[in-house]
C-alpha cells in the first residue's frame, strides 16, 4: 500500500483564507507542491460589487470553474457569457478570461487550474498588495513566474459601465 500516492486532505477550518479586496476571499487548498504538480485549487467568494479578477491568461494551464453558489460573468475572449450555481467551464491555456459576480449578486466558485504551478505566492501577494504592504507594480513584474498575464478587452471594459 505505501507505494500509492499520498492524498490530498484539506479540513475546511484548517484552509487558509485570504482577503484580496474588500469584497472578495480566497481560500487556498491545495497547490502543486501537494499535489505532484497534476493541479492548484482554491475557492474565490466574491461579494456583491467585487471586481473580480480583471482580464488576463494562462500560457501553461487550463483554468476550471465550478460555481457553488450564486453567479459569475465571464470573458471568454471576446464574449461574456454568465455561469449560475452548478455550471462547469474550462478556460483552455492562452485564451484571454476575465470574471466578477452578475451585478448585484455575489459568486461563490471553486478554482483548477490544471496542471498544477505554484500560485499561492501570487494570492498573498493580491493580499499584500490590497492591505498596503506591497506595490502594485510587483503584480505585474511576477506575471512570468505565476502565468498570470494581464491584458486589455474592450468588451470587459464596455460590460463593467
Not at 500509492?4 to 481560500?27: F, H, I, N
Not at 475557492?43 to 457553488?68: C, K, N, W
Request: proline share 7%; charged share 20%.
Amino acid at each position: 500500500m505505501s507505494d500509492y500516492p499520498k492524498p490530498v486532505l484539506v479540513r475546511a477550518a484548517e484552509a487558509e483564507t485570504l482577503q484580496d479586496g474588500p469584497t472578495s476571499l480566497l481560500t487556498l487548498l491545495a497547490d502543486s507542491d501537494t499535489t505532484g504538480d497534476a493541479m492548484t485549487v482554491n475557492r474565490a467568494t466574491l461579494s456583491d460589487g467585487s471586481p473580480g479578477a480583471p482580464p488576463h491568461f494562462h500560457t501553461r494551464a487550463a483554468e476550471a470553474f465550478f460555481i457553488i453558489d450564486g453567479a459569475m460573468r465571464m470573458l471568454l475572449g471576446d464574449t461574456i457569457t454568465t455561469l449560475h450555481k452548478g455550471d462547469f467551464l474550462v478556460v483552455p491555456s492562452m485564451l484571454p478570461h476575465a470574471f466578477a459576480p452578475v451585478p448585484g449578486g455575489s459568486a461563490d466558485a471553486l478554482v483548477v487550474f490544471s496542471p498544477g504551478m505554484a500560485r499561492f505566492d501570487y494570492y498573498r501577494l493580491l493580499e499584500r498588495v490590497f492591505k498596503g504592504m506591497s506595490d502594485i507594480s510587483e503584480i505585474a513584474a511576477s506575471s512570468g513566474r505565476y502565468d498570470n498575464h494581464y491584458c486589455d478587452s474592450p468588451v470587459w471594459r464596455e460590460a463593467l459601465t
